[in-house]
């Protein structure tokens, strides 16, 4: 019996405590402290509720327990990996998916090991904090950034896929960034959509608004002019955007 709903993802299943959409509203505003919340009501002259996400919206809707399994800046090997890491029994499984360009790194940050996330770029491109430029074969070949990040994210796709029908584990996968799975940039990428199970995933090849991200911005339920992250209008939409494919697939098991 199901009784619980895990939201694996990025910014965008952390949520946040804006209610609307703020003009001038700066990005990376986060009200999780009560000393956050006060000087963010000082500031704008509106009062920041409890974070919510599209996850926690629908398990609130359909009576499950909820957890979240998201980072800041997570990459989709961030996911893929915590997939494999979690207990998902007697779960629905919610999975946004973030920019491929996201990388996870090892690093010995702690005394234990330590995932972090960097950004892949190709030579030419600026450098920023957290960005790599990638270019192990100097002037004899040019990486296929783009290209390789598709792919790279379909694989994890299917391979989660599989992994959950094996299980038995009812789940349901969106784009929160866009992929670019509606522009296929190699004959292997579209070869690779065409294992993706659609009827678990919205949208699989939609337009960058048809992603929670592009969806959001679209109707200006983001967070501010300064910041496309949903606010909580836009989670809520979001959520009952995606609720009856939740409940289909959940009806079928």
Known sequence: MI??????GCSFAMGNGVPTYVEGLES???????????????????KPKEPQSCGSIIAKKLGLNYS???????SNEMIFRKTLETKLDNSFVL???TSNNRREGLTTLRRSSHWHTWKMKAPGEVAKYKDLIFSPWKDEYKPAIEEEGQIRTLIQIIYM????????????????????????????????????DEKCFYKLRGTPQDTQHGWCVE????????????????????????????KAILNAN
Request: charged share 20%; glycine share 8%; net charge negative.
């Open 3 to 8: 009784n619980s709903l895990i939201h694996f």
């Open 68 to 74: 979240k399994i998201a980072e800041n800046g997570a």
């Open 95 to 97: 999975i946004g998916f």
């Open 161 to 196: 896929q599989n992994y959950f029908k094996s299980n038995n584990i009812p789940y349901l996968m969106f784009n929160a960034l866009w992929n670019g799975f509606d522009i296929p940039l190699t004959k292997e990428c579209g070869e690779l959509l065409g294992q993706v």
């Open 219 to 246: 109707r200006k339920l983001n967070v501010s002019d300064l910041d496309d992250h949903p606010n909580l209008q836009g989670q809520e939409a979001w959520a009952e955007e995606l609720l009856p494919q939740v």
């Open 28 to 46: 990376g505003a986060f009200v999780h402290t009560d000393a956050l919340r006060k000087e963010f009501t000082r500031k704008y002259k509106i």
